[in-house]
């Protein structure tokens, strides 16, 4: 069984490329605590999929962290909506985050959000929001210019009697293009997605048709 003694404070650390000088998040580093680093990671790429991302969230998961500690809230991430349940995980398991350059600390000594935390997840909230309505606007607005071309737009995908809406906007879907987009590999998002490599073509194709 894990004690309080056992648990250790966690140190994240990413850059977008190996190249990227790291320094100035490794010379924060103190004695004890436990590094997850993840180098060449763009922070478009959702945490629970990065290496040491996915590491650190199951070394929360089973009670091994006590806190965990970033340079800046962004070494999280680049997509607000990532950003948010990157910290709603975290903090489902009583863990806070302190973010050192920000002087941002996400949880107090009860384990209740901090007014600062509070006003920061309500600002992520409104822009998750605003970028949400803002890119199924871009995709209506898509969809309709190629309407207009009945040999690009067929209302449904090939095979399907669901609407190509409401395909678009499933979580698992948005996830495949935004995966795409990042380039990752057709084979690395059947991995991680554990979907069909064929369904990935077929988006891939349609995304190119109707969305660009």
């Not at 350059?101 to 605003?130: A, H, R, Y």
């Not at 449904?156 to 395909?167: F, I, Q, V, W």
């Amino acid at each position: 069984m894990i004690t309080i003694m056992d648990k250790k404070i966690a140190y994240y650390l990413r850059t977008s490329h190996y190249l990227q000088n790291i320094s100035t998040q490794v010379d924060k580093v103190e004695d004890g605590w436990k590094i997850y680093k993840d180098e060449g990671i763009s922070g478009r790429t959702e945490f629970s999929i990065r290496p040491s991302g996915k590491k650190l969230l199951q070394d929360i998961k089973d009670g091994k962290i006590s806190s965990v500690k970033i340079l800046r809230i962004d070494r999280l991430g680049r997509n607000v909506q990532d950003i948010l349940n990157t910290i709603n995980i975290i903090h489902s398991y009583g863990v806070p985050i302190n973010s050192l350059s920000e002087g941002i600390t996400t949880l107090d000594d009860k384990g209740n959000v901090t007014p600062t935390t509070g006003l920061l997840v309500n600002v992520l909230s409104s822009l998750s929001e605003f970028f949400y309505h803002q890119n199924r606007e871009k995709m209506l607005i898509g969809i309709e210019l190629a309407k207009q071309n009945p040999e690009k737009y067929k209302g449904r995908l090939p095979g399907s009697t669901e609407d190509l809406d409401k395909y678009m906007n499933k979580p698992k879907t948005k996830k495949i293009l935004e995966m795409l987009k990042q380039g990752n590999s057709i084979r690395s998002i059947v991995r991680i997605l554990e979907c069909s490599p064929n369904s990935i073509y077929k988006l891939k194709k349609l995304s190119q048709n109707v969305l660009n």
